[in-house]
């Protein structure tokens, strides 16, 4: 059974960080691409950033600079550090697996806010 599970949310204030961790298990680690994705109430699911299988990122251009993706094929973790936060950056955050011909798998989401 394929589980990927999402911790690290909260609520900060504007200018601070936080630190998301994505623990997969019952799949292949090593041979996905794993990502982060967001969703704000009300708007679709976006882009946040990827790790593919030779530790190449990629960010949406709203993080770039901001936030740093890795990836740790021991552990089978992927973590999305996020620094100087803003109100925008709130939302559902989604750990996303995905790898040619196979399906993609998701986990539950956990809940960033940032607000004074």
């Known amino acids: 059974q394929v589980q990927l599970v999402e911790s690290g949310g909260g609520l900060v204030q504007p200018g601070e960080s936080l630190r998301l961790s994505c623990a997969a298990s019952?799949?292949?680690?090593?041979?996905?691409?794993m990502g982060w994705y967001r969703q704000a109430p009300g708007d679709r699911r976006d882009y946040v950033a990827t790790v593919d299988t030779l530790q190449n990122t990629n960010y949406a251009d709203s993080v770039r600079g901001r936030f740093t993706i890795s990836r740790d094929n021991v552990k089978n973790t992927t973590v999305l550090q996020m620094n100087r936060l803003r109100p925008e950056d709130t939302a559902v955050y989604y750990c996303?697996?995905?790898?040619?011909?196979?399906?993609?798998?998701w986990g539950q989401g956990t809940q960033v806010t940032v607000s004074s």
């Open positions: 019952g799949i292949a680690f090593r041979d996905y691409t």
């Open positions: 996303n697996a995905k790898r040619a011909f196979f399906r993609d798998f």
